[in-house]
Each structure stands twice: as structure tokens, then as C-alpha cells.
């Protein structure tokens, strides 16, 4: 059963190696982590108070009831093609499988065949992912997803050994062109930003490292983002603003 909490666009990509590229986002349901260290407040539908990441909509289990519940690929593939077919591209548009963390259903016979079915389409194909989680890279198609990598660092309040999977980092790095690393950095965590990132990329192969600004509303990346800019030219990083929030601040489905 592959479970999804919403699926949406055609939009932009808001942030990482593709920003700005016209995409469609599937975001799936449920993560292996809560990260409450990101300190987003919520209440869930039966009124409990919470404190976790912005995508808590995808992971609190509470809101599960919301989300769409397909046994094949093929009825994600239809809603895809109904927001596509409003729109005359004349090229192959970008899909973005997000979370939530969409590793959960990696070995997923039908969630397989959904990102098959977009590489042999023609369609660059991005897995957003905390990249914690084991997976075996097997098959020609798989080695042509871009998998955009959000490591967790210490400020998410989630173990080092569950947030850190080298085995699984090297994985997609050998295996994958395209694939990258980024993070999202606030003022109050940069220095210690720089070394556990640096602690990182010592136990990888070399990847572009992408370095983004906290914050859910313009005024709050604004507030960060030239601090950013100094850390990622001051170690090699590369800067990466999040488009979407500057737009559209935290709004869903954009
Ligand atoms: S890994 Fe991502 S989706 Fe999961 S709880 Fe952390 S920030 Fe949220």
C-alpha cells in the first residue's frame, strides 16, 4: 500500500540543485523520525499539542486518516496525468517524490514501478529523503533518480546513529550521477553546523553540498540567509535559497 499525503503542482521546485524547474511533487506519508528539534508547533485532529518538523502533516501517524491509500501505482499516475494534462508542455516535466520520508516504500514492489514508470517516461526524477534508511541500488533505472539528500544534524533532536547511514550515503553517491547533499542552517547553529557537515563529507565520495537558510516565511530566511551565504563560500558549500517560501511562505500545495 503506498500512502499519500498529497500530490500537487504543476509548481517550481523551491530549493536544492533544481530550483525553479517546473515540477510535480507526490509526498508521501509517514517518516521514520519526528525531528522535534525543528520546533514547529501543531495540533493534531484530536487536539493534542505537538512540536516537530514543518512537513508534521506527513508524519504524525494522527493525520493519516487525510491521506490516500493506493495498492497500485497506477492511480498516483492518474492524478499526476490530470494535473498535467491542464497545461501544453512540450517537455518531459519533473517529478519530486517527497515526504514525509519516501525510503520507507523503497521496497515496494508498486512504489517501483512508479518511479520506473517516470525514468522510462523520460521525466527527471528527484527522491527528497533524510537518507537513513537501507536500500539496495539495483537496476539500470533506479541509478538515474536524483536523490536529494537532507541529513539530519544534530539540531533535530534525532540520534546520531539513527540520523547517520554511511552505508546508505555511499550507496546512492557510487551509484547516482546527480545526487547531492543539503541543509538547512539557522544563525544559533552554524558553527557546529560546519563541523558535524565536515564529519559528514569525511566518510563519503565527493558530492555538491548544497546549504539552505532556516525559516518558514520570507523575513525569516532574509534574516538568515547572508550568514548562510558567508559559511558556504567560506568552506566550498554551494547556496541554495528556498524559492517556495519566499513566495508562498508555508503554504501547502504550491
Ligand atoms: S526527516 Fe524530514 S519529514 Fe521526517 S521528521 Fe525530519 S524533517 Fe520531517
Redesign the pocket.
Known amino acids: 500500500m503506498l500512502e499519500i499525503n498529497e500530490i500537487f503542482g504543476p509548481t517550481i521546485q523551491g530549493e536544492g540543485k533544481y530550483v525553479g524547474r517546473p515540477s510535480i511533487f507526490i509526498r508521501f506519508g509517514k ?5 522535534e528539534g ?1 520546533n514547529v508547533e501543531y495540533e493534531t485532529p484530536s487536539g493534542i499539542k505537538k512540536c ?5 502533516f ?2 504524525d501517524k494522527e493525520f493519516s486518516d487525510t491521506w490516500t491509500k493506493h495498492k497500485s501505482y497506477d492511480g498516483i499516475v492518474n492524478e499526476v496525468d490530470k494535473l498535467i494534462s491542464n497545461y501544453n508542455y512540450d517537455y518531459k516535466i519533473d517529478i519530486v517524490i ?4 519516501p525510503l520507507l516504500y523503497w521496497n515496494k514492489e508498486e512504489f517501483q514501478k512508479l518511479i520506473k514508470h517516470y525514468i522510462d517516461n523520460s521525466h527527471k526524477v528527484t527522491i ?3 537518507a ?1 534508511l537501507n536500500l539496495n541500488i539495483e537496476h539500470e533505472y533506479q541509478k538515474q533518480i536524483v536523490f536529494s539528500m ?1 541529513v ?1 544534524l544534530s539540531n ?1 533532536l ?1 540520534p546520531l546513529k539513527k ?1 547517520i547511514n554511511y552505508e546508505t550515503l555511499n550507496k546512492i553517491l557510487l551509484n547516482t550521477k546527480e545526487s547531492y547533499l543539503k541543509f538547512v542552517i539557522g544563525k544559533d547553529f552554524m558553527t557546529k553546523a560546519n563541523v558535524e557537515i565536515k564529519e559528514i563529507l569525511k566518510n563519503i565520495p565527493k558530492c555538491d553540498v548544497y546549504l539552505m537558510p532556516m525559516g518558514d516565511t520570507a523575513e525569516a530566511i532574509n534574516n538568515n540567509s547572508e550568514d548562510v551565504i558567508n559559511m558556504a563560500i567560506k568552506n566550498g558549500f554551494l547556496y541554495c535559497d528556498r524559492l517556495h517560501i519566499r513566495v508562498w511562505d508555508n503554504k501547502r500545495g504550491v
Not at 517518516?31 to 525531528?35: H, Q, T, V
Not at 517527497?98 to 520520508?101: A, H, L
Request: aromatic share 12%.
Open positions: 517518516c521514520n523520525f519526528k525531528c525543528f516537530a518538523c514543518d512537513s508534521y506527513a508524519v517527497t515526504g514525509g520520508e527528497e529523503t533524510n537513513s537532507s539530519k533535530s534525532e540520523r
